[in-house]
């Protein structure tokens, strides 16, 4: 007797449609509920559809040298720029030069318009340089004669720094820091677990005047630091100036950068070429909040090395190097020993902007050039508008020609479709939305033609699966053996499609500037999210439909009739007794 047949199982894709479905409702509710409480409602819009500001920069000559305006160095100046701005998290920027000497710099609304104007126009050139000497920042006053050598009058402790007896007392005073102005920092260290192997700031450092005739300050200099005034903006500007438009291999003065304190600073020790890396980060080990981390190329390592092993010899404050930016000093460290290791880290005062300003201008290089800005305006949204106006209209029309079309010619599967469709738009919509204040993300006219073509691309996909369960039905298959059977030879053409489709959006995105990126940026995520779709939605959406009546049983609105598309007969075994041939 022959054993009984067991019954078959359901495929694992068939088992449980209906928790892919709740899954997705539920990520959909949650990017919904996460524009309530951004309180972003809509997307963030480009330039070109806001408006928003446009600086113009103009090329300013060098000291020592006259040839550095060319097209090479403003092309290079260019490029700088837009990756500055694009660390800011603006994507649809436009930086582009004009004429021989000028570079446009559009930034879309609703971005800090003072943030972009101070990191397009800062050059970045960054040194290291040790100091000589340093002093409050005020102008130092006049001698005034005393009727006593050791009178202690108000004029005479001025004279003399005015804390001498403080600094005698007090030989290691303690670090302090500030928020005005740049980033402010206040230690320079080796990343290290050894407490020896760190450079603590000594900002506060009382003030120490200048040697008279000292061999390491020329008298000239003297006199111009004795009159360098950092308390005022006009000091301070000029101080800088000053500072950034000498040679490497002079001393200069400069001022620290919320104009506190004054120095005297020796040659160059290292550049600001040779950091290869700089990125903020969250100091939570040893408590020191934002900090900026350096990183050294291998020439550079070897001189930062040279150079905190000769101050480490000295005593204070010839034991403390000046990190300056565009003149300014934003550090100035004490060496306690030789740094070894290629990498240091600046640390104190530091908020989470100033961190990643900061790290975004050394990390993205020096610019060749000094710029200033010669005009700032408002750019208004009125040609973009419009534009967005006919691409709406185009893109309505031809989301009207699809549905009539699927209505056409799939019928009831048309609602597979459009439900399809509204679920892509409503994840397109949101995550658009929250990338907004998330990265930056802005919506330009490119972008949203990028979305209108996904329209097409995610109709594809649900036709090329329609199709599948037809050519099934017609094998003389019912619907659901067709749905599944259907299934995989679809989700490999899905999937090369949406591949090719989304290989083509990321080599544009990698190899174009601009606008265009906005294009493949959109063309690249609706792709990803067509494949979302397919899987997640359109697939088990037709297996619950398949057990429907109105579907299984090929109603002639379903789409799915047997008679409609052309079905053979049943597919069946027929069994045939053997026949017994009978003697006579």
Same mark, same amino acid.
């Given at each position: 007797m022959a054993a009984p047949k067991k019954g078959r199982r359901a495929p694992a894709s068939q088992g449980h449609p209906g928790r892919t479905l709740i899954l997705v409702l539920i990520a959909m509710?949650?990017?919904?509920?996460?524009?309530?409480?951004?309180?972003?409602?809509?997307?963030?819009?480009?330039i070109d559809l806001a408006g928003g500001t446009s600086f113009t920069l103009a090329a300013q000559n060098q000291p020592g040298k006259p040839n550095a305006i060319n097209e090479t160095n403003m092309n290079t100046a260019a490029g700088i720029m837009e990756r500055r701005v694009n660390g800011l998290g603006v994507t649809e920027s436009e930086v582009q030069t004009q004429g021989s000497n000028h570079i446009i710099v559009n930034i879309p609304k609703g971005t800090d318009a003072k943030q972009a104007r101070q990191q397009v126009g800062t050059t970045a050139q960054l040194a290291f340089r040790p100091v000589l000497t340093t002093a409050a920042g005020t102008k130092a006053p006049e001698p005034t004669p005393s009727p006593s050598q050791g009178g202690k009058g108000k004029e005479g402790e001025k004279a003399t720094g005015g804390k001498g007896s403080q600094q005698s007392a007090s030989p290691t005073p303690s670090a302090s820091s500030t928020s005005q102005g740049r980033a402010v920092t206040d230690a320079l260290k080796k990343p290290s677990a050894s407490p020896s192997a760190s450079a603590s700031d000594k900002s506060s450092t009382p003030p120490t005047p200048p040697v008279p005739g000292g061999a390491d300050i020329p008298p000239a200099l003297q006199k111009q630091f004795a009159a360098l005034d950092c308390s005022t903006k006009k000091g301070l500007a000029q101080a800088n100036e000053q500072a950034a438009g000498s040679k490497p291999t002079d001393p200069v003065v400069a001022c620290k950068d919320d104009g506190s304190q004054k120095y005297v600073l020796g040659p160059v020790g290292v550049e600001g070429t040779d950091v290869k890396d700089a990125k903020a980060v969250f100091d939570s080990q040893q408590g020191q909040g934002?900090?900026?981390?350096?990183?050294?190329?291998?020439?550079?390592?070897?001189?930062?090395?040279?150079?905190?092993?000769?101050?480490?010899?000295?005593?204070?404050?010839?034991?403390?190097?000046?990190?300056? /930016?565009?003149?300014?000093?934003?550090?100035?460290?004490r060496v306690n020993e030789r740094l070894n290791g290629g990498n240091a880290t600046i640390s104190g005062g530091f908020t989470q902007q100033s961190a990643e300003d900061l790290g975004n201008m050394l990390s993205y290089g020096a610019l060749p050039l000094s710029f200033k800005i010669d005009d700032e305006t408002t750019v208004t949204a009125a040609l973009g508008g419009e534009q967005l106006h006919a691409g709406l209209i185009a893109g309505a029309i031809g989301l009207a020609l699809v549905i009539v079309y699927l209505v056409a010619y799939y019928r009831g599967l048309a609602l597979v479709a459009l439900a399809s469709l509204g679920v892509s738009a409503i994840l397109t919509y949101t995550i658009m939305t929250l990338l907004g204040p998330a990265i930056g993300f802005a919506l330009n006219l490119p972008a949203v033609c990028g979305a209108i073509v996904a329209i097409g691309i995610t109709a594809d996909s649900f036709i090329v699966y329609f199709e599948r369960i037809r050519d099934e039905i017609r094998e003389g298959r019912t619907l659901r053996p067709a749905v599944e059977r259907g299934w995989p030879r679809a989700r490999r053409t899905i999937l090369v499609s949406d591949f090719v489709s989304f290989l083509a959006a990321a080599v544009l995105f990698i190899v174009t500037v601009g606008k265009v990126q906005g294009f493949a940026f959109t063309l690249g995520l609706t792709t990803l999210l067509d494949v979302v779709v397919v899987f /997640?939605?359109?697939?088990?959406?037709?297996?619950?439909?398949?057990?429907?009546?109105?579907?299984?049983?090929?109603?002639?609105?379903?789409? /799915?009739?047997?008679?409609?598309?052309?079905?053979?007969?049943?597919?069946r075994r027929r069994r045939t007794a053997p026949t017994q041939t009978k003697e006579a």
């Open positions: 509710a949650a990017l919904i509920g996460g524009m309530f409480y951004s309180g972003t409602m809509t997307p963030r819009l480009g934002w900090i900026v981390q350096m990183d050294f190329t291998s020439d550079g390592g070897k001189k930062f090395a040279d150079i905190t092993g000769k101050l480490a010899t000295k005593t204070p404050p010839q034991n403390q190097f000046a990190i300056v /930016l565009d003149g300014a000093v934003v550090s100035d460290p /997640l939605f359109t697939k088990p959406l037709m297996t619950l439909l398949a057990r429907r009546k109105f579907f299984s049983e090929g109603h002639s609105w379903s789409g /799915l009739d047997p008679k409609r598309l052309g079905a053979k007969p049943p597919l």
